[in-house]
């Protein structure tokens, strides 16, 4: 039943170019990495959008904008490089899972190329332009929301297609991009996204803006350095916070077939070091100015683990969720190449039966039986008119064999064998003039 519900196609019989497990943990670390940059490219844009907005009414904060902006271009080239191994792994553990859903999102999917293109140069054009267009915010500021518009939609493309190859059961049923966003967990996951981002991006500037080579007086003298710290402390904290929520969704809208307990401790234990690293980030938040960043490296560290984990669980979901599909495609490989096996042998039974016929006979069927039939029309006219025409003249036949004329206007002409030895043609004579 289960079986007829869903497309099971057969699965390529080539062995992994590594084992299972290597190939596992790069994607799961490789991932991690990609998506770390991917975090601080959308949510440095982001930050950078709303700052430069702030920025009109208080020019402090258009340097803060400037500031957050030349680390884009560099998270966003890191986030693209560190995306080609975990798409290669992907490809290669979860192949007709990945191709399936990329096909069925197909148009979405391949216009990410362009897109992503078109919003890097727009990325590039914002920041080396904001002394030229100073006293063109609005077109300045345009190209910028443009750009967050286009970061704010590719997740959907990413999503749509990660969770279709979760449920094949639901391939047949799905009408291109936007029905597959429909699929239960796309939405909360996407929120569970951007939250991350604000979260992982407040904490990377905390520290870019704390770093001892910054030149904190001349870039953003207007600010102290504590009122930075705190205000990306407190955006890391707020957004983590934000998890609790968003992250709970997620996981409650996870179809149960993936979900084991396995699962549920992981992400219990990833839930704890996160509560931990918010315990940290609240005492800094809250604690004396000048001690403010000491917990900084565990905060981090306890960040890292939770992160760790959230991976890791991600990955048992799949697996879990995949493996009763796993199971059948399986099967369905083994019932083909059982067929297979099967036709290969009938017909080296069929061809030896040929070989026992006398060699006319073998002959005629080997060649002549797709065209002709003994006493009705084929292809070609049926043997008992070959007789009438040449019963008494042999070497018409062969010669017709060879090098076949063009005699009947409502028929095709015939393909000629000039490979064909006399003694070949003699048997098949006598097979043919014996009918
Ligand atoms: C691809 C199809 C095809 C194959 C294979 C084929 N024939 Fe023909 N054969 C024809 C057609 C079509 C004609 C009628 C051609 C015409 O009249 O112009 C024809 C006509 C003939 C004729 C009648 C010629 C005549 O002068 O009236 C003979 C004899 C003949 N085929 C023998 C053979 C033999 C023997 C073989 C196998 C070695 C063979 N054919 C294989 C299509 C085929």
């Known amino acids: 039943m289960f079986a007829q519900l869903q497309l099971v196609p057969k699965d390529i019989p080539l062995p992994l170019p590594l084992p299972e497990g290597v190939l596992i943990t790069l994607l799961v670390f490789s991932f991690l990495l990609h998506i ?6 959308v949510g440095g844009s982001v930050l950078t959008l709303w700052f430069e907005v702030k920025g009109l009414k208080n020019k402090k904060y258009d340097a803060l904008a400037y500031q957050i902006a030349q680390t884009i271009t560099v998270n966003k080239s890191l986030a693209v490089v560190l995306g080609v191994a975990p798409l290669l792994s992907i490809n290669v553990l979860y192949t007709i899972y990945f191709y399936s859903a990329n096909a069925l999102t197909g148009k979405y999917w391949i216009m990410l190329v362009p897109l992503v ?10 920041k080396y332009n904001w002394k030229i267009l100073a006293n063109n915010k609005p077109l300045h500021i345009s190209i910028l929301v443009l750009a967050v518009a286009c970061f704010l939609f ?24 936007f029905s597959s966003l429909a699929l239960p967990n796309v939405l909360p996951r996407y929120f569970h996204f951007l939250m991350a981002s604000m979260a992982i991006t407040g904490l990377f500037l905390f520290y870019y803006f704390s770093r001892k080579g910054f030149e904190f007086k001349e870039s953003l003298g207007e600010f102290t350095k504590y009122d930075l710290q705190k205000k990306f402390y407190s955006l890391a904290f707020g957004a983590t916070t934000s998890q609790f929520l968003f992250g709970s969704l997620v996981f409650l809208t996870l179809p149960s077939k993936g979900v084991d307990w396995n699962l549920f401790w992981v992400i219990l234990l990833g839930v704890c070091f996160g509560i931990a690293a918010m315990i940290l980030m609240w005492f800094e938040i809250t604690g004396p100015q000048e001690k403010i960043g000491r917990h900084f490296v565990r905060v981090v560290s306890l960040i890292t683990i939770t992160v760790v ?32 096996q099967q036709a290969t042998w009938e017909a080296q039974q069929g061809m030896s039966a040929q070989a026992d016929l006398p060699p006319g006979e073998a002959l005629f069927k080997q060649y002549c039986t797709v065209c002709h039939k003994i006493t009705e029309r084929l ?7 070959m007789i009438e025409v040449y019963a008494n003249d042999f070497s018409g036949f062969k010669k017709w064999v060879r090098t076949p004329g063009r005699k009947r206007m ?25 009918q």
Do not use: C
């Not at 770390?36 to 490219?41: G, I, K, P, T």
């Not at 293109?117 to 914002?126: D, K, Q, R």
């Not at 799949?318 to 059948?328: D, F, I, S, W, Y």
């Open 154 to 177: 590719i997740p959907f493309v990413f999503l749509a297609n990660i969770n279709l190859m979760l449920f094949p059961e639901k391939w047949s049923e799905v009408k291109g991009f």
């Open 36 to 41: 770390l940059f991917v975090n601080l490219m």
């Open 410 to 434: 409502d028929y095709p002409a015939m393909t000629g064998f000039p490979q064909m030895t006399d003694q070949e043609l003699s048997d098949l004579g006598d097979y043919i003039f014996e």
């Open 117 to 126: 293109a078109f919003v890097f140069l727009l990325l590039y054009a914002h």
């Open 379 to 385: 292809v070609g006219p049926p043997v008992i008119e």
């Open 309 to 340: 984990f959230m991976g890791t669980g991600r990955h048992i979901y799949r697996a879990n969720a995949l493996e009763p599909h796993q199971r059948l495609m399986a099967q369905r490989s083994a019932q083909h190449a059982e067929m297979v």
